[in-house]
């Protein structure tokens, strides 16, 4: 697996392509900063919404958390977004 950094003149775009393409499908998401590192929030849960508010400076990913519904993780003023891919 790669990482690919998405371009901040691409991020509404690319949101909004991945969740068309991954709506409902098991997402695992992941939150980075300096003093916590690396930190997993879900994994293998089924994508709802992935949204980029520009105005608030802030992305919203909100998955299905059964039996209470849904769930919404909030990064406020994201510095930089980035997919995990498959190698070639």
Known sequence: M?????????W??????F???HRS??????KSD??????IAERATPLL???HDRAAHRI????QEPPSGEVTHTVVE???VAVEEPAE
């Open 34 to 39: 300096v003093r916590d590192g690396l930190r």
């Open 25 to 30: 499908k098991p997402v695992t998401v992941a």
């Open 49 to 51: 919404d992935l949204t």
């Open 78 to 80: 994201p510095e930089s």
């Open 2 to 10: 790669t990482m690919r950094d998405i371009p901040r003149a691409e």
């Open 60 to 63: 919203s990913i909100t998955v």
């Open 12 to 17: 509404d775009t690319f949101l909004d392509a």
């Open 19 to 21: 969740t068309r393409e």
